[in-house]
């Protein structure tokens, strides 16, 4: 345990002492900082669903993204979903891109259950409901 040091800043001002008061207070924030991290394992990988597509998703930290595209290459449909994970479910809204030719979009929430996924509320002109890898 340091009792005292002495360390440089970045700036140009005089070199503050750390005593221990200093280092208990400073001990005492640091463990008081919360963090939010999602539940769910990584999702990032390929998946599909019972809508026949399949949906190449990504996820970073509690972000969720996914391309989706229907079996013929997208030109039925093809998607784009965000979402933020919260526990095991992930709230989001998805829209259908130019590359198929639908035109839908809105909200949706669904549940994460291990290497499965399944829609759980909205999205009530999405195709899809359940995802798997």
């Known amino acids: 345990m340091i009792s005292q040091s002495t360390y440089a800043n970045s ?7 750390l005593t221990q008061e200093n280092n208990t207070l400073l001990s005492t924030k640091l463990s ?14 390929v998946w ?9 998703i990504r996820q970073v930290g509690n972000q969720l993204w996914w391309y989706g595209q229907s079996a013929d290459g997208g030109e039925t449909w093809s998607n784009v979903f965000q979402g933020t ?4 479910q992930i709230i989001g809204s998805w829209a259908d891109v130019p ?8 909200e949706m929430t669904l549940r994460i259950s291990g290497n499965r996924i ?3 509320s909205g999205g009530e002109n999405f195709g899809g409901s359940l995802w798997s890898r």
Not at 35 to 42: E, K
Not at 48 to 56: A, E, K, Q, S, T
Not at 85 to 88: A, G, K, L, P, V
Not at 99 to 106: A, H, Q, V
């Open 11 to 17: 700036s140009n001002r005089k070199p503050q002492v």
């Open 32 to 45: 008081q900082t919360s963090f939010t991290v999602a539940q769910a394992s990584s999702l990032t990988g």
């Open 48 to 56: 599909n669903c019972n809508d026949g597509g399949v949906y190449f």
């Open 85 to 88: 994970i919260r526990d095991n």
């Open 99 to 106: 590359k198929g030719t639908i035109r839908g979009y809105g």
């Open 118 to 120: 399944q829609k759980i």
